[in-house]
């Protein structure tokens, strides 16, 4: 799916997505975050802009508790809030970037334990999904 429309543009995604059973979009939102989220300015950057930009960290959590990983779904949470009271902070019009790691060591010292923690339960989520897709293969592959 992702590789389908990488590079496309946001409409197009969207008509993809548009398209998935319930299962197929948590899989497809959490691979679009994890795929970007490699660095801990890319786990801070990546994180904002799904919540303020394009305003899809609901799906990628909805996704996640689909899967059963409710300790995964409370540490995205623990994240949008530190985004969130850091947009609250921020003045108008200025934009999130990951130099904002380098201005910022309260900011810095908590993406850090965050993203420590996020490469820690991604690859149980991971391991979690690819059991749940071994037992439930009728909703995300296609059989001849």
Do not use: C
Request: no cysteine; hydrophobic share 35%; proline share 1%.
């Amino acid at each position: 799916m992702l590789l389908a429309v990488r590079g496309k543009d946001i409409t197009t995604k969207t008509e993809m997505y548009q398209q998935l059973n319930e299962g197929q979009k948590g899989l497809y939102l959490f691979y679009s975050f994890h795929n970007h989220a490699k660095t801990i300015e890319e786990f801070y950057w990546f994180s904002s802009y799904y919540i303020l930009e394009i305003q899809s960290w609901s799906g990628i959590k909805s996704g996640v508790q689909y899967f059963k990983d409710f300790e995964m779904v409370d540490l995205l949470e623990q994240m949008e809030d530190l985004i969130m009271q850091r947009s609250e902070d921020m003045n108008k019009g200025q934009q999130v970037s990951p130099t904002d790691l380098e201005k910022d060591k309260g900011l810095l010292n908590a993406v850090t334990e965050y993203f420590a923690k996020y490469n820690e339960l991604s690859e149980k989520t991971i391991n979690r999904m690819n059991e749940w897709i071994i037992d439930h293969q009728e909703d995300f592959l296609e059989m001849d």
